[in-house]
């Protein structure tokens, strides 16, 4: 009967998963279509938000910020009590691989659409301050993550990458580098749990 339980509970998570994807893929259309309405109004620039000039830079940039910030991840890991962690991130763990891959792909775009495509340069057309700009879009991020104000160390978790994610867009000026080094980064970290590569202390 117990394991009869486990397996309903299965279908379930991978099910939440899935609606979770599909709301945060909602949300990103809705960010580029107020992108978009900003390149036309020529508020934004299209450059600002999906420049290649320097291809090569975009590639050493999302490596070298998506290693360090995967680093980063797994040293708070090994830091950290479990207790410190909030159980929403731990749900994530138990889902399909799919289930997962959809997820964090789509709130990866949804997140880096909203935070540092719209209000990082919105933010920075008022104050005309780039480190301004990044802070505020950070804790605005922060104040997002609202269940994370039970466990305040989960905030730490998120500061650094979200400022690392909102300086690396300023250098790049391409909105596709901070989503990728983001999807990759939670990817990771998540798929690292999942198969017990990685655990956190007791």
């Not at 992108?35 to 070298?64: C, H, M, N, R, Y």
């Not at 994370?148 to 867009?169: D, E, H």
């Amino acid at each position: 009967m117990k394991k009869r339980a486990i397996e309903l509970e299965q279908p379930k998570q991978s099910l939440d998963q899935k609606n979770a994807a599909s709301v945060f893929l909602l949300f990103s259309f809705i960010c580029a279509a107020f992108l978009f309405a900003l390149a036309v109004l020529d508020v934004l620039d299209i450059g600002q938000l999906l420049s290649f000039e320097k291809p090569g830079d975009l590639l050493l940039w999302t490596a070298a910020i998506t290693l360090a910030l995967v680093g980063y991840g797994i040293v708070l890991t090994v830091l950290l009590p479990s207790s410190t962690v909030d159980e929403g991130n731990k749900a994530y763990q138990e889902g399909s691989l799919a289930s997962i891959t959809a997820v964090m792909l789509a709130g990866a775009l949804f997140e880096e659409l909203f935070f540092r495509g719209l209000l990082q340069n919105l933010f920075f057309l008022w104050t005309d301050s780039s480190w301004g700009a990044i802070l505020l879009a950070t804790v605005v991020f922060l104040l997002f993550h609202v269940q994370y104000f039970k466990k305040p160390l989960m905030l730490l978790n998120i500061s650094l990458p979200g400022i690392a994610l909102g300086w690396v867009y300023f250098k790049t000026d391409n909105l596709l580098v901070p989503t990728v080094i983001h999807f990759i980064m939670n990817y990771v970290i998540t798929l690292l749990f999942k198969y017990k590569m990685i655990a956190m202390k007791d």
